[in-house]
């Protein structure tokens, strides 16, 4: 197998790939990117994804105005860096529903979103309509429909279905979407799909100056059983910059950290380390700024990394760190309406009730929170596992419903 070719620089932003379970995410992700992202080997034997997935790929645009990702410019030739757009990361998110709460992870670090919907498949699908939904709590509005697997229906069936993608987006953030019909798996209106991104998914602005934020997606352990210890090497953090820039020989925090037991109690402690390198694109680099999914190597004990330990925490400078909760004041903003996958549809959203259990989402974190008091739309909660975030940070809320969590708001911190 060739071996891929370097990205021309740092990703600039972060498009996620949304939608039903099988609806083509991880199909049009390796289209575009030549990168497959199931690669957990559980993912393998079930033919669905788990885990995030994360990808990378460059945009170019030939003098004639032929859009095309890197290593597929027409007639096979080289790519020519004169022609890139933009360099960008993609987050493949899980569409089973079992798995909303990595999907809702996923939507925290995206700057964009591309809706998958299948035409052989009646839109809306259940998990179609509550990615939308996710992707409208999380504050997500620069959304692309993709129109996938035009390949296998008949004209009139492909026709059919963009009439019930127009009638499902109607009067919800993705109403003035454009809708690209696709074949994923044969490489089919690729280019015009690239058009749609660059001119509806902006490079946010990486010109403020604001403290280094980073929400760690995945963690890893890249050494090999049975290597020497002179050889061991640190552990790696991956996610993504979501505010400011971090430097290699930064000292770096970590939080909410690591459990430390003492007695029949137990307290959370920040993780502090420094920044040995960066790699983003596949390039090794000097700093790495928001935008973009990248990778940071420590001289941590890979103990700490490995198995993804510390995915959902948040990574900061020394002394720019967030706060750490263990109880939560909230504003309240609750949907109308919850979606189930039952033959009744959508059913209302009753109110948070003193002593309930909720499912809660800050950034790339999952916790369970007990309410405590509810009074309009404040309410409080107390976690059975810490988070890290800003004061004003928004997190989304999901109750128990048979044996399914299913999304029914949104909560911003105050304090």
Do not use: Y
């Given at each position: 197998m060739a071996k891929k070719k370097l990205l021309p620089g740092q990703p600039e932003v972060n498009i996620g790939l949304v939608?039903?379970?099988?609806?083509?995410?991880?199909?049009?992700?390796?289209a575009l990117s030549g990168t497959w992202t199931d690669t957990h080997s559980e993912e393998r034997k079930r033919g669905i994804s788990i885990k995030l997935g994360y990808a990378d790929t460059a945009f170019f645009r030939t003098k004639k105005g032929e859009s095309y990702a890197s290593g597929k410019r027409p007639n096979g030739k080289e790519d020519d860096e004169?022609?890139?757009?933009?360099?960008?990361?993609?987050?493949?998110?899980?569409?089973?529903?079992?798995?909303?709460?990595?999907?809702?992870?996923?939507?925290?670090?995206?700057?964009?979103?591309?809706?998958?919907?299948?035409?052989?498949?009646?839109?809306?699908?259940?998990?179609?309509?509550?990615?939308?939904?996710?992707?409208?709590?999380?504050?997500?509005?620069?959304?692309?429909?993709?129109?996938?697997?035009?390949?296998?229906v008949s004209k009139e069936r492909a026709l059919q279905s963009h009439k019930e993608i127009q009638?499902?987006?109607?009067?919800?953030?993705?109403?003035?979407?454009?809708?690209?019909?696709?074949?994923?798996?044969?490489d089919v209106n690729l280019d015009i799909l690239i058009n749609a991104i660059e001119d509806t998914i902006p490079t946010p602005d990486l010109r403020k100056k604001e403290d280094g934020l980073m929400y760690v997606a995945r963690s890893f352990d890249i050494n090999r059983p049975g290597a020497r210890p002179s050889k061991l090497k640190g552990g790696i953090i991956g996610g993504s910059v979501v505010t400011g820039e971090f430097n290699?020989?930064?000292?770096?925090?970590?939080?909410?950290?690591?459990?430390?037991?003492?007695?029949?109690?137990?307290?959370?402690?920040?993780?502090?380390?420094?920044?040995?390198?960066?790699?983003?694109?596949?390039?090794?680099?000097?700093?790495?700024?928001?935008?973009?999914?990248?990778?940071?190597?420590?001289?941590?004990?890979?103990?700490?990394?490995?198995?993804?330990?510390?995915?959902?925490?948040?990574?900061?400078?020394?002394?720019?760190?967030?706060?750490?909760?263990?109880?939560?004041?909230?504003?309240?903003?609750?949907?109308?309406?919850?979606?189930?996958?039952?033959?009744?549809?959508?059913?209302?959203?009753?109110?948070?009730?003193?002593?309930?259990?909720?499912?809660?989402?800050?950034?790339?974190?999952?916790?369970v929170g007990v309410v405590t008091s509810v009074k309009g739309k404040a309410s409080s909660l107390s976690l059975r596992l810490p988070i890290c975030a800003p004061t004003g940070s928004r997190i989304t809320l999901s109750r128990r419903i048979g044996s399914r969590w299913r999304l029914i708001g949104h909560g911003v911190i105050t304090g």
């Open positions: 939608g039903h379970v099988d609806h083509g995410k991880t199909t049009l992700t390796q004169k022609e890139l757009l933009r360099v960008v990361s993609f987050v493949d998110a899980p569409g089973h529903e079992t798995l909303m709460a990595v999907m809702i992870s996923g939507a925290s670090i995206m700057d964009g979103a591309l809706l998958l919907i299948a035409a052989n498949e009646k839109c809306p699908q259940p998990q179609t309509r509550e990615h939308l939904m996710a992707l409208e709590i999380a504050g997500i509005n620069n959304i692309v429909v993709v129109q996938n697997k035009v390949d296998i009638e499902f987006i109607s009067g919800t953030i993705a109403e003035n979407a454009p809708i690209i019909p696709v074949s994923a798996h044969h290699i020989g930064d000292e770096i925090v970590i939080a909410p950290g690591r459990k430390i037991a003492e007695g029949n109690k137990s307290r959370w402690e920040p993780i502090t380390t420094t920044i040995s390198s960066v790699q983003g694109g596949g390039l090794d680099l000097n700093s790495v700024h928001a935008g973009g999914l990248c990778g940071i190597a420590t001289p941590l004990d890979p103990v700490h990394t490995k198995s993804d330990n510390l995915s959902g925490q948040v990574m900061a400078r020394a002394g720019e760190l967030p706060p750490i909760w263990e109880d939560l004041d909230i504003e309240l903003n609750l949907l109308n309406e919850m979606v189930t996958s039952g033959e009744g549809g959508p059913e209302k959203v009753r109110p948070l009730q003193p002593g309930e259990m909720l499912m809660l989402n800050s950034a790339t974190a999952t916790s």
